[in-house]
């Protein structure tokens, strides 16, 4: 009897964590993982390639990753900075931060051939939620970049732009938790 009320409860737990887990990730594909624990925006498809984008406190930190399943590798480009328009739900104007490389010199990374990216902006502290847009040369030609925040973008998934109602209280906590790199 008892043996069967835990066993229930433990089921209705994994059930809870695991709608957590899917709203957390806006790719729910199997083996289509965020390697530095942010969320991952398709450039354009989701085959193309991916922004994986982090917020921590006012710094927000975006890295190239490769399509498809292959979200666990860097793809460098050779923009030096990245101006990002940023949305943020009722705000009446749109604000931009820079992001600028942020070689990973055990990589091998330089400024012109790095896949990480790094800004801040003191109004990135209270932003929970937002939508932001860009240009980068991705894969060797100008690509737009889109991100929404923090569901992640994925174009098989067109919410009709109402995608921030995603966010999920105790989100940003497990994201915090994620080890650096
Ligand atoms: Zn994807």
Redesign the pocket.
């Known amino acids: 009897m008892i043996r069967t009320v835990v066993w229930l409860r433990s089921l209705v737990a994994l059930a809870v964590a695991g709608a957590a887990v899917s709203r957390a990730a ?2 729910a ?1 199997p083996g ?1 993982k965020a390697a530095h624990g942010g969320c ?3 450039l354009g ?3 193309n390639g ?1 922004a994986e984008v982090r917020v921590d406190g006012a710094r927000l930190e975006l890295w190239f990753v490769g ?2 399943t292959d ?1 666990q590798r860097a793809v460098r480009i050779p923009d030096p900075q990245i101006a990002l328009t940023v949305t943020l739900p009722g705000a009446p104007e749109p604000r931009v931060v820079v992001l600028t490389a942020t070689p990973n010199e055990l990589a091998e990374e330089k400024t012109g051939d790095c896949s990480h990216f790094a800004g801040e902006a003191e109004w990135l502290r209270t932003a929970r939620t937002f939508t932001a847009q860009g240009k980068v040369t991705f894969r060797g030609r100008p690509q737009d970049l889109r991100i929404e925040y923090p569901g ?3 174009p ?1 998934e067109e919410t009709g732009g109402e995608p921030l109602k995603a966010a999920a209280p105790g989100g940003q906590g497990a994201k915090a938790a994620e080890p650096a790199r």
């Open positions: 806006a790719d594909e289509h991952l925006n398709a498809t989701c085959e991916h399509g498809g979200t992640g973008y994925d098989d």
